[in-house]
């Protein structure tokens, strides 16, 4: 069954490795914002951000953090994900690092951005699941993803509902 999946990642930083992503289709995700669009909402100031953010987790029943070099302490994927979790959704990052942007360039592991909270006493990094595809070449982790990720989500909704 398709769901429909709500990306949280670094726009600047890994748009392009999204866009691979997304691309994979076993998933219906939110549509992707231009830059333009992007630009004009950020434009706009804070609150308008998290209205658009907002509106865009509305029908979803899933997030996926896409987890590149700079994503974690990032303060809309930080409401993202908060945003996430609170509302009862799953959650589950991939890091992409090891996928290539448009001019072929790969980039570092990124931190856990799941490592700064805690549901009770449990840090919510024992909880969500992020999954570091076993390749380094591009088109082997782009296929390691396509063949999980909607497992993966399932898996993802699953743990949530025990919270």
């Not at 690092?97 to 009770?120: M, R, V, W």
Request: hydrophobic residues 35%; proline residues 3%.
């Amino acid at each position: 069954m398709a769901r429909q999946v709500f990306y949280s990642f670094h726009y600047k930083e890994d748009s392009q490795r999204v866009a691979k992503v997304r691309n994979i289709g076993v998933i219906e995700g939110n549509k992707p914002a231009s830059d333009n669009d992007w630009e004009e909402v950020v434009g706009k100031g804070d609150t308008a951000i998290e209205k658009w953010i907002n509106n865009q987790l509305a029908y979803r029943s899933c997030t996926i953090v896409l987890i590149g070099a700079k994503t974690a302490g990032r303060k809309w994927i930080k409401y993202e994900i908060k945003k996430t979790w609170d509302e009862g959704k799953g959650i589950l990052g991939i890091n992409i690092h090891n996928l290539t942007n448009l001019q072929g360039e790969q980039t570092t592991k990124g931190s856990n951005p799941f490592d700064a909270y805690k549901i009770g006493d449990t840090p919510m990094s024992d909880i969500v699941q992020v999954y570091d595809p076993p390749f380094s070449t591009s088109k082997y982790v782009y296929g390691h993803i396509a063949d999980n990720v909607e497992s993966w989500i399932e898996k993802a909704i699953e743990i949530r509902n025990k919270y």
